[in-house]
């Protein structure tokens, strides 16, 4: 099982990005994984910033609330974080995670940078 997240660069206060996270192996069925973004400022520990279940319950930081928002596309075996609104706070890398009870499998990090 692989996890491919990208999409991350770097943007002016204010901008958009979107990221994605895409899933691979041959028997992996991404279609009953929840699925969690989580980022990780420099000297901070690594918080979650949204979650979808494999029903499509969404759950938000109260930092990123209104500005970011994370979907699915199971067909595509790919989950996204569309991130509006971005501000020099929410410079981090960004990790992708597919979890159900009693498995996880995290992908590698996207560096996202938002400049002021």
């Known amino acids: 099982v692989q996890l491919q997240a990208s999409g991350g660069g770097l943007v002016q206060a204010g901008g958009s990005l979107k990221l994605s996270c895409t899933a691979s192996?041959?028997?992996?069925?991404?279609?009953?994984?929840?699925i969690g973004w989580y980022r990780q400022a420099p000297g901070k520990q690594r918080e979650l910033v949204a979650s979808?279940?494999?029903?499509?319950?969404?759950n938000y930081a109260d930092s990123v609330k209104g500005r970011l928002t994370i979907s699915r596309d199971n067909a595509k075996k790919t989950a996204y974080l569309q991130m509006n609104s971005l501000r020099a706070e929410d410079t981090a890398v960004y990790y992708c995670?597919?979890?159900?009870?009693?498995?996880?499998?995290w992908g590698q990090g996207t560096l996202v940078t938002v400049s002021s």
């Open positions: 979808i279940s494999a029903g499509g319950r969404t």
């Open positions: 192996g041959r028997f992996f069925s991404f279609v009953i994984m929840a």
């Open positions: 995670k597919a979890f159900q009870p009693g498995r996880e499998y």
